[in-house]
């Protein structure tokens, strides 16, 4: 097969984002083409090889290049995405047409549900006033929630957004923390706050905080409220006992939209104590309007790692349970 040689002439742009840190994603491509030879220097990339090579290549690097330019970001998961034969541009178009970009993010970004789990998480929320969507970290549960929950308040279907989450973390300790008490509990809510970012110019987002539109707390903070005209989002379940979580659920009010998410491998509680979330899903399965929706590993949207660090895990998990079965 005849060779070739593509000069491709990149100008006013990054080449840290374009190419990664240390050339994270320009590896990932030498790695998909090992018969390919990449070479960057200033604006221009020298690509030479097979025709066939050096072409796919070129396609790759036009569709990131036009990516970065259009959003000012590339995450790698989106040149992962590109390599494994998807095209994100065709991917948004696409979720466009299946009504599932949830909002415009800061700097114009379309934030929209990126796979299937995440796209039922959207459609159960829809026709379903209650959800949980249980999965382990870096499927985007909080993430979809809190887009979902932004959406609904531009739209004006809710007056408020309520997010909260438990403290577990902090247990006896909380008191002994630097600060006052918004300053001790604000570390562990920071994740519903980096979403928000993300979502909402930091400007109007204070202005929404201090009005009270946004609301994060503390999820004892919901003891003797009713929740109503709200987006409520309760964050990290997995860590509410039963009597708090049957508080919170009946919190709810008549005109409220609610979001339950939670890792049921990731347990804070102490030793013995019943997962609340564990105990609602199974109890409330079977009432209409509430809806439960499974993330798994399929759907992580971190570090292409972290998809294999879960699996490793879930293989150990899964041994260890058969160990256990065997001895009993």
Request: with cysteine; net charge neutral.
């Amino acid at each position: 097969m005849s060779q070739s040689e593509i000069i491709l002439t990149v100008e006013n742009l990054d080449p840290v984002e374009l190419f990664g840190e240390n050339n994270s994603k320009l590896n990932l491509i030498r790695r998909s083409y090992p018969d390919a030879t990449i070479t960057s220097r200033g604006s221009l990339i020298k690509i030479s090889g097979k025709k066939k090579d050096t072409q796919a290549v070129k396609e790759k690097m036009e569709t990131m290049v036009r990516w970065l330019r259009e959003r000012k970001e590339l995450p790698v998961q989106t040149v992962e995405d590109l390599l494994s034969g998807e095209n994100p541009f065709q991917q948004q178009q696409a979720a466009g047409e299946n009504k599932t970009i949830l909002v415009q993010g800061r700097d114009g970004r379309v934030i929209y549900a990126r796979t299937k789990n995440q796209q039922r998480m959207v459609q159960a929320s829809s026709v379903s006033d209650v959800v949980f969507a249980i999965g382990p970290a870096g499927t985007g549960k909080t993430y979809t929630a809190v887009a979902l929950a932004v959406r609904a308040l531009k739209n004006r279907e809710v007056k408020k957004i309520i997010l909260t989450r438990p403290a577990i973390e902090a247990g006896e300790n909380l008191g002994f923390l630097p600060g006052d008490l918004k300053e001790k509990i604000d570390p562990y809510l920071r994740p519903l706050y980096d979403a928000l970012d993300d979502m909402i110019p930091a400007e109007r987002l204070a202005q929404l905080m201090e009005n009270r539109v946004i609301e994060i707390a503390p999820l004892a903070f919901m003891r003797g409220r009713t929740l109503d005209h709200a987006f409520i989002i309760l964050d990290e379940a997995q860590n509410c006992t039963p009597l708090q979580l049957k508080m919170f659920l009946t919190r709810i009010g008549p005109s409220a939209k609610c979001i339950i998410t939670g890792d049921l491998s990731q347990i804070d509680l102490p030793y013995k104590q019943v997962s609340g979330l564990r105990q609602a899903t199974r109890l409330l399965q079977n009432i209409f309007g509430i809806d439960t929706i499974y993330l798994d590993n399929e759907d992580v949207v971190r570090h292409r790692l972290v998809k294999d660090i879960l699996r490793a895990y879930d293989r150990h998990d899964e041994k260890r349970r058969r160990e256990e079965e065997e001895e009993e």
